[in-house]
């Protein structure tokens, strides 16, 4: 029933911009804080951003603050990734979800994520 698709990915050098996309359906994506995490070859997924339901309110991790920028469109069921400045630390797969009400709940299952691959 829940669905979350990633897109917008693909190869930058370092310096430039992409913009992600991730969109949701199967639950009511107004009432849930989402997220973007992402996760490296031989790394643990880390969380990157979030974003309240309404979008008052964003977190980010230090290492991307002041480069990437999450919003969301609760209209469009759709939650993106604004990167500038891009790294190639940065590259990784992205992937998004929204985040549980409760701590006892899990997460829904992950998607296919985006690869975001910064090199010259």
């Known amino acids: 029933q829940v669905q979350l698709v990633e897109s917008g990915g693909g190869l930058v050098q370092p310096g430039g911009s992409l913009r992600l996309s991730c969109a949701a359906s199967g639950f009511t994506f107004s009432s849930y804080a989402m997220s973007w995490y992402r996760q490296a070859p031989g790394k643990e997924r880390e969380l990157v951003a979030a974003i309240t339901s309404a979008g008052g309110s964003t977190n980010y991790a230090d290492s991307v603050k002041g480069r990437l920028t999450i919003s969301r469109d609760n209209a469009k069921n759709t939650v993106y990734l604004q990167m500038n400045s891009l790294k190639p630390e940065d590259t990784a797969v992205y992937y998004c979800?929204?985040?549980?009400?409760?701590?006892?709940?899990?997460?829904?299952?992950w998607g296919q994520g985006t690869q975001v691959t910064v090199s010259s």
């Open positions: 979800n929204a985040i549980p009400w409760r701590v006892d709940l899990p997460f829904y299952d």
